[in-house]
């Protein structure tokens, strides 16, 4: 019985709760009908709304046609529970049946809260007017409550009033104490008896976890939800005065009946939500009290449980003595199978020193057959070798009649590239000589120059014509300057024509720098060289449209009677001179590509004095080869005398090795049975040692278990007549022998739920239920 009431009693715990948030949150709306339209619930109201309508209405319903009466008494109370407002709500239901209902009610400033339906009053006496609905009224009370509520603080131990908590950390310790204020006396076996109401008290809370951490409660749940903690608790106060239970041992809480919750947290700035209690008389039923039917079959059960348990310590004195006999034995059935563990240790390790022998003669005749195969495989090798340095020394023979042939042709080869190379040489000279050179850059240097001193000219031209001067003077100017440009481009050409000779010159002995390995550095040269002719050749053409140009210019000079039309032809021609013009920029490039180009001149000289000194060394070293080459001829022709004898040695070797190569083949050929044997035997001797010590292993584990076997019968002998003394007769204590009695009052706590039907006056033509939701206030 104890077990059922505990599960039974914490399933309360969630359904209440839900109970509570559901009932709070449709008061809630009855309040704030108009306010809800204007303003939108929080997150938190939205989510707790959404529990309510999944639990409004948790009491059963009335049957069809009955008149019945819900009332929610809904109280406001301080952070410690005095109570400061009291609002109650009143349903009755299937008042629709009628055309009027009278009601009872004490309270005051009585109100329709969900239509227009009129009522009546005379003393306590409603009548009204149903219209053929339910109705809904609410109205205020001061009538003190038939439960109350005190919640106590303390913070690292010592108590604190709450309007000092707000802000503050450290350890926390609160209680909640409910106080039963409800009862009737009733007759139990003609004694006058104090039943309470049993109310079932069960309170709620958010705990935000940024405030709050390990948080525990000791009657109720602790529920996480991400960034809060659920708190649920339920107490029953008065029941246990009702029901007039012992009280149990401290540690025995299967029968403990609490009247109050504590909740014990660490703290971080504390802050706390509003907390909601909810009170209700029928809330019990849902226990199983009332399934509690034949108290005559408990008390038969435990006098068969207390002979039981007698019998129960008479066997196990039996048992105890057994295992006691069994324990004497185990020893000498251990001393045995220390000896054949002892004696399998022995034949396993001779065995293992037989494998180990068999292993290392083997290897050796593995280690004797990997050399002779190195043998054979040397020889082998060595025979190949031979024959391949026969084939090298006739190709030898055969390379040196080739080289000899070759020398002879040397001196002529080296006299061409003498030739070649002092052609080459007497090219450069023109880009290498000092006086040459410096005439060459003088002259690329004047183009420019001479650009720019025609610019200065023009320029001063439209000075001239700004002044107002006459058309023959325009002429005399442009002119000068036509001389000028003649000049430039008589420069120009003179570079031109020395550039395009060197190139003539290079472009025929590029095979020549080829075959010198100097191909790249010739290349590299070359494109130097084709790209100053170019870049000359543009600037020599730009020059001569320029000369056009002007020649123009200065034959209309003498015949134009419009100067503004002169003007403008001369700024065009003063922007083509300029020095941002193609062909002031051309100029700059070409005396900038012509130093390139001299530079890689004396390169290209530098290079060809060395291939010269290296060609004469080369040409003065012909004797000596040659008579280098005879040498070589004749002791290649000593060598290939001595082939045959050579080649005949190693085929003689390798025929040899293939006897050898059979002989140990037969020597090894037993290895592998050999080898499987000795292994198959340590294996095996292995496992029977495996065997053996798990045998040992087992005995001695039989002989700890026969051990722990007595140790155990002992106990049980012992916990048996314990249980028998202190546990049967504790159970009969808890009902002091009279377990009829504790049905009585169980039945009278019942009907004492069944009635309290309402807080504020009920008709009698009326069933009833009513709950109390106590609101505290929040800490903040």
Known sequence: MKKGWRKKAAAVTAAGMIAVVGCTYLFADSQKADAAEKEEASKEAEELRSITEQVANKSAPAPSGTLSKDESVYVTADAEGNVEEIIVSDWMKNAGTVNELEDQSELTDIKNVKGDEKFQKEGQKLTWKTKGTDIYYQGKTKKSLPVSVKITYKLNGKEVNEKDLAGKSGNLEMNIQYTNHSRNTVKIKDKDTDIYTPFVMVTGMFLPTDNFTNVQIDHGKVISDASRDIVIGVAFPGLKQSLDLKEPDKEDSDFEIPESLTITADVTDFTMGPTLTLASSDMLGELGFDDIDSFEELQDSMKELSDASNRLVDGSGTLKDGISTLQDKTGEFGDGIHSLNSGIGELHDGAGVLASGVEEYTAGAAALAGGVTAYTAGASQLAEGIRTYTAGEESLASGVEELAA??????????????????????????????????????????????????????????????????????????????????????????LGTLRGVQDVAGNYKGLADRAGLGDTFQAYYGQLEDCIQRLQENVDTQTNLLAQLQSAAGGASGTSNLDTLKGYIHQLVEATGENSDLYQGAASVHSGIESVVEGSKTMKNVMDQVAEGSNTLNASAGSLGMGIDRLKSGADELSSHNGELTKGASDLLAGSGDLISGVKELTGNNSVLINGAQALASGTNTLQNGGSRLKDGSEQLTSGVKQLADGSRDLADGMKEFDETGIQKLSDVFDGDIQTLKDRIDAVMEEGDRYQSFSGISDQMDGNVKFIIETAEIK
């Open 406 to 495: 070759g020398t002879k042709e040397l001196p002529g080869a080296v006299s061409n590239l003498n030739q070649g190379i002092q052609g080459v040489k007497a090219g450069l000279d023109s880009l290498t000589d000092e006086q040459k050179t410096q005439a060459l850059l003088q002259g690329s240097s004047s183009v420019a120059e001479g650009i720019g001193t025609v610019n200065s000219t023009l320029k001063a031209i439209e000075s001239v014509l700004d002044s107002g001067a006459s058309a023959a003077d325009v002429q005399t100017l442009l002119s000068s300057v036509v001389s000028g440009v003649k000049t430039s481009l008589t420069n120009d050409s003179a570079v």
